[in-house]
């Protein structure tokens, strides 16, 4: 337990302890109060505080002294009641009062009770299941209890010494006592109220402090706490000193006061400045000593009390601090959602964060809580255990309702938890189904079940059938007892009802299997669907089932109600009556039903439409209705239909509250009943009735006399009459059967009753039946006394003859010829002419007998007759006679009878028809065997059938059909005698066919060798071969290929040998690899299983020993490290193999090889690693690896190679001194480079190379730092730099023109010019070389002949010309007076004015400038230049290249550019914007710019069409308006055009028929879409199975999808299986991408186009979607009902399959599907189906191929 300081509710008072007055501020009592909302606490002012949840003071009161006056008492104890609304407090003053609180914060306080007693009141404690009665002692001695209801308080039991401390047990069982004289007495509650007391121990000290935890725990002042077991043995002993010292060097005072937890497992004891904690292992039945906590100026503990759940522990002491204390066994936050603290092993609290609201887990059985789970965020199940007594638990709560169970469980863990209902959990393992109801601690029952579904189990519970709405249902007369019924499936078609109230059971068995059931509210109803869809209605009352609907795809009740909801297709039925389903109320609906909503007095089916959801409003006032007549609230029943207008529905519930509220002598109410209905005689009657048993002030059940009448009404007369005879009301009981008319029956019960006038009653009833012509009952009532004759003449006169001749033979005495005369003609009146017979043989009349027996068909008296007087017709009557039996289909008995009368055709015939085959067999001997085959025949296809084959093939060669013994042996598989009977009667192609059969047949019976003989004997080697193939008999297949496909052997093998290593028969497919020659293949697979031994084995044998070897080295490298160096060492291949490692790459193999078997090769290999390291710019890694190869020159390389300085000094530094010279001076050039002379200088001096540093210097031509560097180190080639500096080249501008004027002072002309002609841009830049070479053509055109002066000039204006100075070089030129280069110069430099200026006066000049202008301006694409220039194309080729569309379609409009141009535009512009799925500003161009020409671009168009219908399911739903509004807007527009495109194609017929094509496809599509949005479905399949022939342009998932999709909502099944079964196939070869898996042999003769290129991205895009389909598929596959292929082209005719095939009937407009010429309709110059077309426009209101308003035509 863990203990953990919270708050200082108050702090202890300084001012007290410090002036030494002990106890001014003591905290007496504190108490918690049981719902955990309140803390008491009093102190030593008698005040009591009370604080609330946070530890604020929410309120507080003062005590009340027991008299009037000075208050000098003190509060000893204080308590709460059970439910928290009273507290008692126990004063020193001799009272204990008890104040009234309340539950809630502010509630008026008052004193409710108080006990008044002899003595002081010493301590109080109120058990936890005592809700009115408290426990006090008294310093008398006493212990009593105060009773609240009586206000007065019992003696429990009495001692002679003080009552130290009072305490009661955890669970309220009992209390304890301790006393002054150290005794402890113990009295328990028994279960019967009985109290029981007794002296449970003697402690060795005076104990002042008393828990009752698991143990009783007592203290006192000898510092020693002891655990008494409840047999008051010591359990345990522990010395508080040693608990104290363990935290302070200080022994423990005396030990004041004790308490323990609510779970009973810790014990707090308190003592001075400290409290110590005891917990209870459970585990081992003891207890440990937790340690104590101390506090510091805590002083003595005066105060403890717990929290109810365990979770928080409250301290006062001495000087009045008050502390609280969280305590837990451990806490844990579950899922982020939930808080679980564990107060103590058994029980946990249970807090949501969200909320803060909390559920306590609390083990009744003190089982340690072991696991706990929170299911839907409210559900909670915890399993518990004991390890001492093997006690397992499980708790199950609600955290909506706060209820928590525990039933005994065992073994859990496995269990599945079901929360579909809110009152009960439902728990299933191992086939059982446990049931546990929230806030009960017993099972309410438990089933056996595999089906846990929702769907397949429905439970009812409720306390009482009453409405929600209690004001509703206030005139209810009575409630029926609580229902607590589950609905379950024993199996898949039994249906179990159990009432777990009752423990009875109802099963209902059905043929078909069950898929939903639901009892109604008040379980008396079941409802339960089958797999058929099918929808029942169960009466359990009366167990009479209905069937309510087919079809049903939902059902659901109302909440709350017996109203029925359900869907069939497009219906939503609803019964608000469901006693009598044949009433039900349809809507119309479009889509599925989702849910049922019941709010605020409005009850909607909610509907899932196409786009949209919608809502269906029910009548509430029907559904109230059948809620109040569960309730029995007759009144509010009859008020609810009072509201409703007449309709059957009201009529139906008027006539159901009539019958219920009779049958419970409602008699008011069934009186409305019947006046509603309209039936004024009932009403009157009901009337009369009501007055008689309010006038007997007696009604209902309570009136014998208006039940009888009741029952009467209900047509319940014998339930009437017992009620009457029951009271002994004879009278009553023979007047009612007179008004009922059933007068034999008053009789009888005068009769019975021995009435006086019961002989008179007989007599008259007599007369009565001859004066009401029922003479029939008169002779039955003579019969009954006896007078026969006269009982005769009656039946005679009311025409029963047959009865008369009963009584004739009954009482067979001597009666007059005339009246069995009599009796005879009216037999034979009557059509009795056997009976007549027997009269007339009586009579001795024989031929009248004869005759008679004859026309009655009595042939066997005939026959009797006729073999003792007419012998002659014997035969004639056995032939009558069996004639007569074949009529009655008395067969069998007619076979004798034609035997008798020789007519052996007819017996025969009987012996078939009554299946005597033996008997027909024989009697067939007796014809000849033309006449006997027709007989033969049907005994061949008896014994066929029964497989008596020998008889059967009798038979058949008897009837001359001989083939059909060879079906017969064929089916039975007996194809020996097949073939015999088949060689002398088939001929050789149909004895092949059936040998092929039959060795089929032998394969699939396993008999492989056998028909392998017959395969070959037809030389059929192939199907031998497969046959082995498909039984893995592969030997026999390699023999059979190595026999006859000799040429297919490799191959053969290979692919043997590939099967049986995928499959893992290594060795197997070894042999085949190596008998293909491919034994490196065997090789592969052995080392790519591991299997290395095998790998060597098969490459020494196969490739000798170096192919081993390589193999050895993979060995190796799969073992690595020694096990990997050990091997190559065995093998001697370790340098090979570290050498090969290394050039692979895996430089750790290597290094780990050579340090384990060649430590020499180790330096090697770190070398090639780092420079491995090195390429890969991993320069740290390659300097430690340059370094382990003892290579650090190679590492200082690296890093002058990379520039990293700092790096190579710092290697140099630490492994190659001698190396720092060479990085200085590298470092140095690399400064030069960079042109950082001065620091290089100093770098080369650092390197000890100033001669490196001067010839920088001299390279750069920095002559005055490299004559400064001579001059301070190297002194001595001092005038070798002087000499230098004086043969420089010059290297500037100033420079040049300083030697060139020199040289022009010293007249040296030829030598300047040639100074000033060398300036180069290496010496001077552009802008001064011109400068330069002027000064030279100054000086020539000055000083130089002429010749020399052009030359000079030629020169220098090419060299102008070379630094791109055209315009001056063309100057030079022109100054030449070689006019044609000046202008090429010119042009060349694009110096267009000056090139004019040039060129100007000459025509072919001016030309050729204009010419490189233009030429110019388009090379450059200056759209501006050429557009100045005035080339409109070139500027038009500009723009189109650059995509600057508005610009070029500004140009097309302004300069009116041909339209071919624009239409190659057009096109170029649509490109464009396709690449981008652009659609609607490609619809702008197209309207805009016009259409491409079809012969260019017919590619354009089919893009622009196959994207544009390609799109996904997802993306065309996202906005399906804006996308059917642009899919016909491009229809329009390639419609409008498709006329001048055509034209435009020209002699290109394919090309125009491709045009139609497309136009088409996008012209049905569209009509597709409107018919979706218009719910056109019908036309809209047939319209998805014309764009199956477009799959070309539309993608051919997308197509059949769509078809099929249809085709199922509308119910063509066999359709969509097709459509949809060819979409599995397409989508799952685009899955492999394997397009040409896809089998289209089921469209062969169909117009759709195959094969077709696979999309790229499925058209349904869910994964999920495309799962549904394939289940669909596969459920109707198995489905016999619905066909699998299509029908022929004739059959199609006329159905929704014409589509498919091509015709040569007119083509509709509207769907696509042929025309017949009876149905043709043609308007705006197309044709369409009259009816569809009508169909479609009536609908939309617009023409389909116009997109014009229309109006149906007639």
């Known amino acids: ?334 899922k982020g959602k939930f808080e679980f603290t564990y107060s103590s092993l058994s029980q946990v609290i249970v807090k949501r964060l969200g909320t803060g609201t909390r559920i306590v887990l609390k083990s009744i059985h003190g089982c340690e809580i072991v696991r706990i789970n929170i299911f839907r965020d409210r559900f909670i199940s915890a399993n518990t255990r004991d390890h001492r007594t093997v006690t397992e638990t499980l708790l199950l709560g609600d955290l909506a309702s706060y209820k928590v169970s525990e039933v005994p469980w065992s073994n859990g863990g496995n269990e599945k938890f079901v929360f579909d209902n809110p009152a009960c959990c439902m728990v299933h393992r191992a086939g059982e189904l446990a049931l546990v109801e929230y806030g009960c601690n017993e099972m309410l029952g438990s089933v056996r ?130 006693q009598t389903p044949d009433q039900v109320t349809v809507h119309q609906i479009r889509g599925n039903i989702e849910n049922i909503e019941r709010v605020d007095g409005r009850t909607e089916v909610i509907v899932s439409e196409t786009l949209s959801t919608a809502s269906y409003l029910l009548d509430e006032a029907l559904i109230q209705f059948g809620t109040a007549l569960d309730a029995c609230a007759y009144t509010s029943a009859v008020d609810i239909l009072e509201c409703l207008e007449s309709s059957a529905e009201a009529e139906a519930m008027w006539k159901r509250l009539e019958e219920v509220s009779l049958a419970e002598s409602n008699l008011a109410t069934t009186q409305r009943c019947t006046a509603a209905l309209g039936n004024v005689a009932r009403t009157r009657y009901l009337r009369r009735l009501l007055s008689a048993s309010n006038m007997q002030c007696i009604s209902g059940p309570g009136n014998v006399r208006v039940c009888a009448r009741c029952a009467l009404l209900a047509g319940e007369d014998k339930r009437a009459e017992a009620l009457a005879l029951s009271q002994g009301h004879i009278l009553d009981a023979i007047k009612m059967q007179q008004e009922l008319h059933n007068f034999e029956q008053a009789v009888a019960i005068a009769v019975e009753r021995r009435l006086p006038q019961a002989q008179a009653m007989r007599d008259d009833h007599f007369q009565y039946l001859l004066d009401s012509n029922q003479a029939s009952k008169a002779a039955k009532l003579k019969e009954c006394e006896g007078e026969l004759t006269v009982a005769i003449q009656l039946y005679l006169s009311a025409g029963m003859p047959g009865r008369a001749r009963q009584l004739l033979k009954q009482h067979d005495g001597r009666h007059s010829t005339a009246l069995l005369e009599r009796v005879a003609v009216e037999l034979s009146t009557n059509g009795l002419y056997e009976h007549a017979g027997e009269l007339y043989e009586r009579m001795d009349q024989l031929q009248r007998a004869m005759d008679y027996y004859i026309k009655g068909t009595a042939f066997c008296k005939a026959v009797e007759l006729a073999r003792k007087t007419f012998p002659s017709k014997v035969v004639e009557l056995q032939e009558m006679w069996g004639n007569h039996l074949i009529e009655n289909n008395q067969v069998e008995m007619a076979i004798n009878h034609f035997i008798e009368a020789s007519a052996s055709s007819k017996a025969i015939q009987a012996a078939l028809g009554s299946k005597q085959w033996k008997k027909a067999e024989q009697l067939l001997d007796m014809l000849d065997s033309d006449a006997a085959a027709q007989y033969h025949a049907e005994l061949a296809l008896h014994y066929d059938e029964i497989g008596d084959a020998a008889a059967a093939e009798r038979q058949y060669k008897l009837a001359k059909t001989p083939t059909k013994a060879v079906e017969m042996y064929v089916r039975q598989n007996r194809w020996n005698h097949a073939h015999r009977v088949a060689v002398s009667y088939m001929e050789a192609p149909e004895v092949h066919l059936l040998c092929i059969s039959h060795a089929q047949k032998l394969e699939s019976d396993g008999k492989l060798s056998e028909a392998e003989q017959i395969y070959l004997t037809v030389d059929e080697p192939d199907l031998a071969i497969n046959m082995y193939k498909k039984e893995r008999n592969f030997d026999a297949m390699i023999r059979l290929v190595g026999k006859y496909r000799c040429e297919l052997l490799k191959e053969t093998h290979q692919y043997l040998a590939q099967h049986l290593e995928s499959e893992g028969h290594f060795h197997d497919a070894e042999h085949h690899y190596c008998e293909a020659g491919e034994w490196l293949s065997a090789v592969n697979m052995y080392r790519t299983s591991d299997l290395w031994q095998d790998a060597m084995r098969v490459a020494k044998l196969h490739g000798g020993v170096h192919a081993s070897k390589r193999v050895a080295y993979a060995w190796a490298i799969a073992l690595g490290g020694e096990a990997g160096a050990r091997l190559l060492t065995k093998q001697g291949l370790i340098e090979p193999a570290i050498d090969y490692a290394m050039e692979s790459g895996a430089f750790d193999h290597a290094l780990d090889l050579a340090k384990t078997a060649c430590p020499s090769k180790t330096p090697e290999v770190h070398l090639k690693h780092a420079l491995l390291l090195e390429d890969e710019e991993r320069f740290k890694e390659a300097e430690i690896a340059f370094i382990q190869a003892h290579k650090p020159r190679e590492a200082i390389d690296m890093y002058i190679h990379q520039q990293a300085w700092s790096d190579a000094l710092e290697v140099a530094k630490k492994h190659e001194s001698s190396a720092a010279g060479d990085i200085y001076a590298a470092h140095a050039r690399s400064e030069a480079a960079a042109g950082n002379h001065h620091h290089a200088e100093e770098l080369f001096l650092l390197a000890g190379k100033p001669e490196l540093a001067l010839s920088m210097y001299r390279d750069a031509s920095l002559w005055k730092q490299a004559r400064l560097l001579a001059d301070r180190h190297l002194p001595h080639l001092v ?57 030279a053509v100054v000086v020539a055109r000055n000083h130089l002949s002429v010749a020399k002066q052009n030359a000079v000039l030629n020169q220098v204006a090419q060299l102008l010309c070379g630094i791109h100075r055209h315009e001056s070089a063309a100057e030079l030129y022109r100054v030449l007076g070689d006019l044609e280069k000046a202008i090429n110069c010119s042009v060349e430099g694009k110096c267009w004015a000056t090139a004019r200026q040039l060129a100007s ?221 060819h979409y599995i196939d397409v989508t799952e070869a685009m899955e492999e991408t394997t397009p040409g898996t896809v089998d289209h042999s089921d469209f062969c003769g169909t117009c759709i186009p195959f094969p077709v290129d696979m999309p790229d991205e499925h058209y349904i895009q869910s994964e999920q979607d495309r799962e549904d389909i394939r289940d669909w598929v596969l459920a109707i596959c198995v489905d016999k009902s619905v066909s699998q292929q299509l029908p022929s082209r004739s059959q199609a005719v006329g159905t929704i399959y014409a589509g498919l095939y091509s015709s040569n009937s007119p083509t509709c407009i509207v769907t696509g599907y042929p025309v017949q010429p009876w149905e043709i309709v043609e308007i705006s110059n197309v044709t369409a189906n009259k009816g569809d077309w009508n169909h479609y426009v009536r609908v939309v209101k617009r023409c389909p191929w116009t997109n014009k308003e229309q109006v149906p035509s007639f």
């Open 1 to 334: 337990m863990q203990l953990r300081h919270v708050v200082t509710l108050t702090s202890a008072s300084a001012d007290a302890s410090s002036r030494g007055f002990i106890g001014n501020n003591k905290v007496t009592a504190i108490a918690f109060s049981p719902n955990n909302r309140k803390l008491a606490v009093c102190g030593f002012d008698r005040v009591v505080r009370m604080y609330n949840e946070r530890g604020e003071v929410q309120d507080k009161f003062s005590t009340k002294p027991a008299d009037r006056g000075r208050k000098t008492y003190s509060v000893r104890s204080i308590g709460f009641s059970p439910d928290s609304t009273k507290l008692a407090v126990a004063q020193s003053d001799n009272i204990v009062f008890v104040y009234k609180i309340g539950l809630d914060w502010g509630e008026k306080k008052s004193i409710c009770n108080k006990f008044l007693q002899p003595s002081s009141v010493t301590s109080l404690t109120w058990p936890s299941n005592r809700a009115t009665e408290l426990i006090y002692g008294l310093a008398e001695g006493k212990v009593k209890v105060g009773q609240l209801r009586s206000n007065k308080s019992a003696t429990l039991y009495s001692t002679d010494s003080f009552v130290c401390a009072l305490t009661s047990c955890v669970d309220g069982r009992g209390i304890c006592s301790a006393h002054l004289d150290t005794s402890i007495y113990r009295l328990l509650f028994d279960q019967a109220g009985a109290v029981v007391h007794s002296k449970f121990a003697c402690h060795k000290c005076i104990p002042y402090s008393l828990a009752w935890g698991h143990s009783l725990v007592c203290s006192g002042d000898d510092g020693s706490i002891v655990f008494y077991g409840d047999d008051g043995s010591i359990q345990n002993v522990f010395n508080a000193s040693r608990s104290v010292q363990t935290i302070a060097s200080q022994s423990c005072a005396e030990l004041t006061i004790s308490a323990a937890s609510p779970g009973g497992e810790t014990i707090v004891v308190g003592t001075w400045n400290s409290f110590i904690v005891y917990s209870y292992a459970r585990s081992r039945g003891v207890w440990i000593d937790e340690g104590a906590r101390r506090i510091d100026k805590l002083y003595s503990v005066t105060a403890l009390s717990w929290k109810h759940d365990g979770t928080c522990l409250a301290v006062g002491s001495l000087f009045g601090a008050v502390d609280l204390y969280d305590a837990c066994v451990r806490r844990y936050v579950y």
């Open 449 to 578: 079940t595999d089906y846990i579904s929702g769907h397949l189990l429905s439970l009812q519970i409720k306390e009482k059938q009453s409405h929600p709405n209690e004001s509703l249902f206030q005139h209810a007369e009575n409630n029926t007892r609580p229902v607590k019924t589950i609905g379950y499936l024993l199996d898949a078609q039994s249906i179990n009802v159990r009432d777990l109230v009752t423990g009875t059971c109802t099963t209902f068995s059905h043929d078909a299997s069950v898929d939903w059931l639901e009892l109604n509210g008040c379980a008396r109803l079941l409802l339960f669907r089958d797999k058929r869809r099918q929808l029942h209605l169960v009466d359990l009352r009366s167990h009479v089932r209905v069937i309510m609907l087919d079809f049903c795809t939902y059902v659901q009740w109302v909440p709350d109600s017996d109203v029925v909801v359900a869907q069939n297709r497009h219906k939503l039925c609803v019964w608000y009556n469901i």
């Open 1279 to 1335: 005038p070798d730099v002087a000499r230098q500096i004086e043969n420089q080249h010059p290297t500037s501008k100033a420079e040049f023109l300083e030697v060139g004027r020199h040289l022009e002072h010293q007249e040296e002309w030829d030598n300047a010019v040639d100074v000033y002609l060398s300036a180069r841009e290496g010496y001077v830049n552009s802008s001064d070389l011109e400068q330069i070479w002027n000064a």
């Open 1401 to 1621: 006066g000459s025509l072919r000049h001016e030309v050729a400038v204009e010419e490189a202008h233009a030429a110019a301006l388009r090379s450059a694409e200056d759209a501006d230049g050429l557009m100045e220039h005035g080339d409109q194309d070139a500027v038009a080729s500009v723009l189109l290249e650059r995509k600057q569309w508005d610009r070029l379609w500004q140009l097309v409009e302004q300069k009116s550019i041909a339209s071919v141009h624009r239409a190659v535009y057009a096109a170029e512009h649509i490109k464009h914007l396709l690449a981008k799925d652009d659609f609607r500003p490609i619809l702008e161009v197209m309207k805009q710019r016009g259409m491409p020409h079809v012969s260019a671009t017919a590619t354009v168009y089919r893009r622009l069409i196959s994207r544009l219908l390609g799109r996904s399911c997802d993306s065309e739903m996202r906005d399906f308006a804006s996308w059917r509004a642009l899919v016909q807007d491009f229809r329009d527009c390639l419609l409008g055009h498709t006329s001048p495109a055509m034209q435009d194609a020209g002699g290109h017929e394919e090309t125009a028929s491709d045009l139609h094509h497309l136009v088409m496809a996008l012209h049905y599509f569209s009509v597709y879409l409107t018919c979706i949005a218009h719910q056109l479905k019908d036309i809209a399949l047939k319209v998805a199975v014309t764009l199956l022939r477009y799959t070309g342009v539309i993608p051919v998932d997308k197509a059949f999808y769509q078809a099929g999709a249809l085709a199922k909502e509308l119910g063509h099944e066999t359709l969509a299986f097709i459509l949809l079964n």
